[in-house]
């Protein structure tokens, strides 16, 4: 068998593979001879058909099935001869083969990109000084009680960062709905701009039940940069008025959060806000190695990504998802991310970072104990979802992480 290998892009490799005709006849011969014992022709015994009258009414089929059986064979064969790692699944194509001559076809992979990773270690990075005020912890515990706010349902005129449940059809500039411009059951806060501030303040004192026709201009800044600062019109029909109704700030709210106490709660607050500068530190450690580190990212990485994303968004609402528009958004984010992995892949790889059996185990022990599960019961389902090899990677990326940390020039102030 001959390999030749070339290299279109730093993550993809494209293998011309061909094979003796000899190896291939081989089996298409024994396919010929075991399908000879098991069908029957009309005028002939089962097994007595002559070869030659089998091959005309069902050699190009045969032959077909043989391909099938060895175009994977080979290409496993070849793959390990260069010793190529590929991403995924090959794409086989330009199969090619006649009797008497070669099998030849193209499988092209992908793979994970050579990074020619510059320095990494001593990245001077700024530590701003720990200082927790009562202030912070007063704005955190005030969003948390947001959080766990209940929405209900109020009577009378809506107010100002009052909610709303409404339906929103745009209207052309003659009052007619414009086809595929309606959201149904959208909620959102009377004051958060969505459509701009003039149609929050047309809203301002609806009522459930009511219609009412606003005109507005989007905002500068709309997702949809067709539509920024461009006059509109809609068709409003509110199905209900709501309002947060915030928890009281004591040892029962801090109870159903996980804590003893309301002050046990202030404490583990007032402990993430002090970690607050070293994830920082983290944060600039990572975006350097992303920013100082240019290679182009396997597509197929990306397009799970991406594929991931959509899939998520479309799991978290009810109302019709822009794919392309989210792909084009998140586009950048993706690339990021997947440097990201690639990057601390390598390091890992170069300073001898591994995960231990006992850290995996601490870690799903940890997720157990977080839900109230058994271990077994973990890594039971995380076996049957795949979910093993990501925590495996989160405590990998982690401990590259306190590496980075640990070589960094930190500088505070």
Do not use: C
Request: charged share 30%.
């Amino acid at each position: 068998m001959k390999v030749t290998m070339t290299e279109p892009a730093p993550w993809k490799r494209v293998l011309d593979i061909e094979v003796p005709s000899t190896q291939v006849q081989e089996q298409i011969d024994s396919a010929f001879q075991r399908y000879r014992k098991q069908i029957k022709l009309p005028g002939f015994r089962q097994g007595k058909a002559p070869l030659d009258l089998l091959k005309a009414r069902f050699g190009e089929e045969i032959k077909r099935e043989v391909l099938q059986k060895l175009v994977p064979e080979f290409y496993e064969k070849a793959r390990e001869e260069v010793h190529l790692v590929p991403l995924g699944q090959a794409v086989v194509e330009e199969i090619e083969f006649q009797e008497g001559q070669s099998l030849r076809f193209k499988a092209t992979v992908e793979v994970k990109p050579a990074i020619d990773l510059k320095e990494y270690r001593g990245i001077r990075v700024t530590k701003r000084p720990v200082e927790v005020t009562d202030e912070q912890l007063q704005r955190a515990l005030n969003a948390l009680r947001d959080r766990h706010a209940d929405v209900v349902r109020v009577e009378g005129k809506a107010q100002p960062q009052q909610y709303l449940v409404a339906d929103i059809q745009q209207l052309d500039r003659t009052g007619l709905p414009i086809i595929g411009r309606k959201l149904t059951n959208r909620f959102f806060q009377l004051g958060d701009g969505m459509f701009g501030p003039e149609f929050d303040d047309h809203l301002v004192g609806i009522q459930a039940g009511e219609e009412r026709r606003v005109s507005t201009v989007y905002p500068q800044d709309y997702q949809d940069p067709n539509l920024a600062g461009q006059d509109a019109l809609f068709q409003v029909t509110v199905r209900d008025v709501l309002e947060k109704r915030l928890p009281a700030l004591d040892d029962a709210f801090a109870e159903d959060l996980g804590s003893s106490s309301l002050e046990a709660l202030t404490a583990s607050i007032r402990r993430d806000l002090e970690q607050e500068p070293d994830r920082e530190v983290r944060g600039q450690l990572i975006e350097h190695l992303v920013e100082n580190n240019s290679f182009e990212v396997p597509q197929s990485m990306l397009r799970t990504y991406l594929d991931q994303l959509v899939a998520n968004a479309k799991r978290s609402t009810r109302e019709p998802v822009d794919e392309e528009e989210l792909r084009h958004q998140y586009h950048q984010t993706a690339i990021n991310q997947i440097k990201r992995y690639l990057i601390f892949e390598e390091i890992a790889e170069r300073e001898g970072i591994t995960v231990t059996e006992a850290e995996l185990d601490e870690r799903i022990a940890l997720i157990a104990q977080r839900g109230n599960l058994t271990v077994e019961q973990v890594k039971r389902a995380f076996r049957e979802n795949g979910r093993i090899e990501r925590i495996e990677s989160e405590i990998k990326e982690d401990k590259v992480l306190d590496f980075l940390v640990h070589v960094a020039e930190i500088h505070v102030g």
